[in-house]
Each structure stands twice: as C-alpha cells, then as structure tokens.
C-alpha cells in the first residue's frame, strides 16, 4: 500500500498492549493496521493519553526492539521534509535502511553488555504512542553467515593523540578550530584546502578532536573513491574498531551490519556516502562535508534534499559543529561566510604560492604546436611543451577532457554544422574509429550522412571524448602508456612515472608525489553549457584536477586552454575560490538565483501542474515563472522567493499536495524546493 500521501503527513496514534508494552519503545518497527491493511511504521513517541477522538486500535506488533530511528535523526527527518516541501514517511525510507533480521538477530546475540547504550530507556506505562507515516518494510535475507560484532569502546573512552604539525598548522585557524571542537563549542567552517593537500587525514584530525572532547561525528563524501580514502585516514588517525564506513556497495547485510554499530553508538565516528547524511551519531559533534558542490550529493528521490543543507540542519538543530570543506567553493559555502554562520580557514597567500603549482592559460587554435602529434592531438604550443617537458623529467601527465566517450558530438569536416540525424534531428555521435555515427536521442545509425548545408560527408570532432584523445596523445608522445579513467574504468592511482593520464572529470586518479603537469582541455564545452552552475562546476572540476599536481617548487605545472580573461581562469590563475565564489554570489543575488533566493519547481501534465497552484494559498512575494516545456511532454513551472519566504513556499506547496491527494487526483505532480538544474 502506497501511503506516502501528503494529506496523511502526520503521526497517529495507537494503543499498546501489556504485551508489547517493553519493546514498544521510540524508534522501534511496528506493524499497524491503517485503511484496512497491515503496514510498516516507526514508533515515534509513548504518551500517557491521546488527543484523538474516537475508538483508538492496538498496535498489531512490535516487529523488533531494536529501536532504528534514533530522536535526533526523527526531529531532523520532520524538518528536513518540511524544508523540502515532501512527506515524513519518505524522508525515512531515506534515513533507515531496511530490515535485515538475521543481521539483527546475530548482531544482538553477540553485543557484550558493556557495550550496549548504558542509559536503556525507561519504560512507560501503557497508553497510546504516536506512529510515524509506514515506513520501509522489512527484508528479511535468509542464510546470512553470522559475524560477530565486537565490542566496540563508548566515546567517552581517551581518544587519540592530537595530530603532529604540519597539517592544520599550514591554515591560520587551522589549530584554533580544532581546539574549539575539542572542547566541545560548535565550531562552523568553511575550509578551502591547499593544493595538494591529503585532506583526508584532515578531516580525520577535526574528527579525532571532536571525539577526544567526547562526541560524534558524521563525515559525508562524494563518491567510492573519496570514502576509501578518509576510511583509511580514519583507520590511521583513530585506531580500530572506532568508526564505520557506509557505502551502498557494501551489500545491504553488510552495510544494516554497519547501520546498526551507528544506531548503537558502539561507535563515534561515521563516514560514508550520501546516505551516509542520516547516519545517528553519540552526542553529535561535528558534521562534515567534502566537495559539496558534486551533483552526486543530491538525493534523486524525493523530496530531494541535499546532503550539504541536511548536514547543515543537523548542526542547526543540534548545535553542534560543521565543517564545508574543498578545493572549490560553492556560492552556498560563500553564503555561510557572508551571513556570519561559519568562519573561514585559509592559508595564508605565502603558504599557497609555496604549495600551488604554477598555472597559465593558452589560447586555442591559433596557438597550436607545429609538431603533426601535437596537432592532431588538438594542444597549443604551451601545454605541449609543459607535457613534453614533465614526461622527459619522468612524472606522469593529467589530461583532463570534460566529455566520456569517443566523438560525443560531431560536425561537418567543411563548414562545422553540427551533425544531426535525419530522423529526429538529435545529435550524432562516434563511439569508435570504426564506428559510424549514431543518433544519442533515437539509437538510429546514420552510415550514409551528408551535411544538408553543403553536402560534405566526411565529420570532425564537436567534442573529443576521452577515448580518441588518449589515441591522439599516444601518436603525439609515442613510447609513451598513455592510462584512460571515466565511466568504463576509474583508477584509482597511478605510479610516479612518465605517462599521459586521460580522464574525465570526477576520475581523475592520484599520481605517486603528484602530476607534473596538468592540462585542462575543451574548456569551452564546460563553460558553455546553459546551466546556473557552469562557470562554478567549471572551476570546480578545474581546482580538483589541478590540486593533484607537484608544487610549483617541485616543478609542477598546469596549462588550461581557455581565455585567460574570463573570471574562472583568473581564479585558477590565482588560486582563489573564494574571491571567485563571491562574485558569482554577488551576480546571482543581483539577478535573483540560489542561493541568493529561494526557487520551487513544479513538474506535470500542464492541468495538473496549473490545479496545484491554483490550490496553493502562495505567500506575498512569490515570484511564478513558467511554463516552460519538460521531458515526456510535461511542463515546468518556477516559483521564486526570498529565503525568508521559504518555508511559507514550501508549507504553501505541501498543503496543495495535500489537497490534491486527498481528492485522489489521477496525474502527480512533481515538488522540487532549491532543484539541482533550474534550466
């Protein structure tokens, strides 16, 4: 039974029996009886009487004592779906992973005493708890082996030494910070990281703090990749057994495994991927977030938070510590800054000349190197030599190209139009050298393409994918390896030695002592592109590429192929994010764009979107922009409003919703608060 309906977003209320009156405590799974069928539920609360007028029904069971959703997750699973205009009940699906019962089972035989929570609650007399809307079903995976879970030490225990020097000191309020953390003050940062800089360990060393002043921590990171590295760094700086790391890969016996040594507060530290975001945590103490201006910390499933405002909540409602941290910034880390709710940590201008590697841009065409490979492989003079130069000192070469694949995009060889099938008009494209063209909308293969405009047949490059310019740069330096990293395969290092690595951005590995040089091809493709965040996830993926190389000292370098009077170069040039991330704040406030403002979208069928609003009682200020067209012949309508309107726009949304589902409207409606793609 479906009941993620917003006109049933509120907690009921049910009778206890004597029976289930222990195990029926807050945060357990139920089983209810609702509109007739038996659903899943949360236990939020045990009350001595109830407000609800009329007979009350008992609680079909307790499907576990095991008591999953802990306060503080609950109070921010309420207030994160009322930030985003969505239901409770989908919000827990989010927070708690399904049931695994053997897991339970093994897990609760295995738990020493000592190192259960030492406060168990008290248990109140009978009388009608409040239940949360059903939430995730039970998965019961038979013929799980059984693991022992080790008693694992409270957080109270000592924690680790501090960290040496030469970390955190490289930051002028670097140690102040870490000193706040550990005694217990809800220290909030933005924190720039230095070129180069393991900032794994130090994100680990703000953890150690936190836990040594007797708190929790959860750290949230982008990918696979990045929570290898900071599990790693923890392992280091803690010690066994005093953190987990979550991951979906894991396998769900695995990760519930994990799941519940958090919900126990056997340990103190967490760290994992987005979901990562709901993990509960002893006495919270820190919250952190690495790169939070990767699209891979937004929630594709509703009501789609982002893992950067959830953890921000978190810090707000707990008043606890946060930390934002990257080589970029983001203009919602700027706004931070701006409006006094976070402190910056950066190096000062001496430190980050010593680290940086030395940058400079190049033009396109008309520069191109004289030598046929350099050419064919599409280089300007400079970042050929710069290449050259590193591959003869024996240190490997980052290309980093914005597009996967082989040509994702082609025009005609003569007059460049661009390639488009006959068929639907959609582009074409070459995934080999041998390939013929293919339509990336319809699948259709166009082997007999001419160019309408001047009937040309042969094609050239739109966009070069990784693939053809890792074949290009491997004519250009033959005796070369030359490595690729994207979608097919991510490295995750490569050896110190001479080579050419081709990557995408977001898998660019780590070199052994770093890149000698790093080019930053076809940035034109990146800026180009009509998106609110172009020019900010350019110099994003352009500083996270270029934080790899040496030192400029150690002879690291860095050639990007643009204009070197454009806005993002000159922040690159400089290595300042955050002078470029308060202009892009400052033309977004003056133009009215996140995070300046608040913005709403509305997506469906034209009548039902048009019903929605007519049924939102909308608050003074609201801004409608719309219709414009959406994918499967849907519209999308845009509602703008200051960040002090927020949270009446998203009540004014979800109160519409839930009109319109209590009247069992045939088409939905899709409600996004601060959408990740606006255009």
Known sequence: MDV????LDRPFDYLVSTTDDE?????VRVKVRFAGQLVSGFLLERVESSEHVGKLAFLEKVVSPERVLDPEVARLARAIADRYAGNLSDVLRLAVPPRHARVESQSAKTTSPAAADPSPPEVAEPGPPEVAEPGPPEVAEPGLPEVAEPGLPEVAEPGPPPPAPGGWDSYETGPGYLRALEDGRPARAVWSALPGEDWAARIAEAAAATVRGGRGVVIVVADARDLDRVDRALGTVLGEGRHVALNAALGPAERYRRFLAASRHHVPVVVGTRAAMWAPAPKLGLVVIWDDGDDLHSEPRSPYPHARDVLLTRAQLGECGALVCGFARTGEGQLLLETGWAKEIVAARAVLRRRSPAIAPTGDDPQLARDPGAVSARLPSLAWQ????????????LVQVPRRGYLP??????????ARCPHCSGPLGLQGARDVPMCHWC???????ACPACGERRLRASVTGAKRTAEELGRAFPGVPVRTSGRDEILDTVPGEASVVVATPGAEPVAERGYGAVLLLDSWALLSRADLRAAEETMRRWLNAAALARSAPDGGRVVVVADGGLAPVQALLRWDPGWFAARELAERRELGFPPASRMASVTGQAEAVAELLSLARLP??????????AADEQERMLLRVSRSGAAAL????HEAAGVRSARKAASSVRVQVDPADLF
Do not use: K, M
Request: hydrophobic letters at 45%.
């Open 409 to 418: 995009s082609v025009a005609c060889a003569e007059c460049r139009t661009p």
């Open 620 to 629: 003074d200020g609201v801004e409608v922009l719309g219709p414009v067209p």
């Open 386 to 397: 710069t290449a050259r130069q590193a591959l003869q000192a024996g240190h490997p070469v």
């Open 4 to 7: 993620s309906l917003a006109h």
């Open 23 to 27: 195990a029926a405590q807050a945060g």
């Open 650 to 653: 998203a009540h004014a949304l």
């Open 443 to 449: 699948g259709r293969a166009a082997a007999a393409y």
